[in-house]
């Protein structure tokens, strides 16, 4: 089993920047990739970015320039920082852990809001 813990997540202005943070225990060395999605209402589940183990990653689109996705295996944590945050970045923030065993792990799910 692994458990995600997040944080970072709250309110911030349009234009803004947010770091967020994904921290896994349990199972660890099943991990490959990790990652972050999102959820905005009445909306599907979409990727913002992933990164696996050794380092390759891939992102949305709409994120591409903005965000970054960044991991530090030997603290077990992933990391989100988003710049240049848009209204249409507002949704639930989910981490996730993916396995060499073709399992699926999810983190809570943090909120992000982008008010002015």
């Known amino acids: 089993q692994v458990q995600l813990v997040e944080s970072g997540g709250g309110l911030v202005q349009p234009g803004g920047s947010l770091r967020l943070s994904c921290t896994a225990s349990?199972?660890?060395?099943?991990?490959?990739?990790m990652g972050w999605y999102r959820q905005a209402p009445g909306k599907q589940r979409e990727l913002v970015a992933i990164?696996?183990?050794?380092?390759?990653?891939n992102y949305a689109d709409s994120m591409k320039g903005r965000f970054t996705i960044s991991r530090d295996n030997a603290k077990n944590t992933v990391y989100l920082q988003m710049n240049s945050l848009k209204f249409e970045d507002t949704a639930v923030y989910y981490c996730?852990?993916?396995?060499?065993?073709?399992?699926?792990?999810w983190g809570q799910g943090t909120q992000v809001t982008v008010s002015s």
């Open positions: 996730n852990a993916y396995t060499y065993s073709f399992r699926d792990y």
């Open positions: 990164i696996t183990r050794g380092g390759s990653t």
């Open positions: 349990g199972s660890i060395f099943s991990i490959n990739t």
